[in-house]
């Protein structure tokens, strides 16, 4: 009798772990494709385009501003999205982060975009560039994967 009820414990404890192992590992929302971005923040619009190679849980690819492009990289968990996209110019870079919730071929979140002048030694915040325009810095966006 005793040595069932260990056997049972052990077994149970076993299970319980595997359980929130599998917990743990979502599989990841399938992000891949060419998504058109509508930006608008309080006083400027954009219209963007990121081409995004998923692999697994991590994401490459092309980021297309109206003028120019750069890369974009991020990460994918479960249906969360996060990545950046690059915009070069000249000797400065136009960094934009997204957070997003992805929902079939609708991605909706916020963004947010800094500048690093000369590449990336020095990254430039809203309060450090232009503290009066800090509210065209962050926006919210629904993205649509084009078909």
């Known amino acids: 009798m005793r040595k069932w009820f260990v056997i049972s414990t052990l077994l149970l404890f076993v299970c319980l772990i595997g359980a929130g192992i599998?917990?743990?590992k979502s599989v990841p929302a399938q992000v891949a494709g060419e998504w058109s971005i509508p930006i608008t923040f309080s006083r400027i619009?954009?219209?963007h385009t990121a081409i995004i190679a998923q692999k697994a849980d991590?994401?490459?690819g092309t980021y297309k501003g109206e003028l120019t492009e750069g890369l974009?990289?991020?990460i994918v968990k479960g249906n969360t999205v996060e990545f950046?996209?690059?915009l070069n110019y000249m000797s400065h870079s136009a960094l934009f982060d997204y957070t997003a919730t992805i929902d079939g071929d609708i991605m909706k979140?916020?963004?947010?975009w800094e500048i690093a002048p000369g590449g990336y030694d020095r990254i430039l915040k809203p309060k450090d560039y232009a503290p009066e325009?800090?509210?065209?810095?962050a926006a919210t966006f629904t993205a649509?994967?084009?078909k």
């Open 58 to 60: 991590t994401l490459s």
């Open 133 to 137: 325009l800090a509210e065209n810095w």
């Open 72 to 74: 974009l990289r991020g």
């Open 84 to 86: 950046r996209g690059q």
């Open 45 to 47: 619009t954009a219209n």
């Open 144 to 146: 649509k994967r084009k």
């Open 109 to 112: 979140g916020t963004v947010n």
């Open 22 to 24: 599998a917990q743990e």
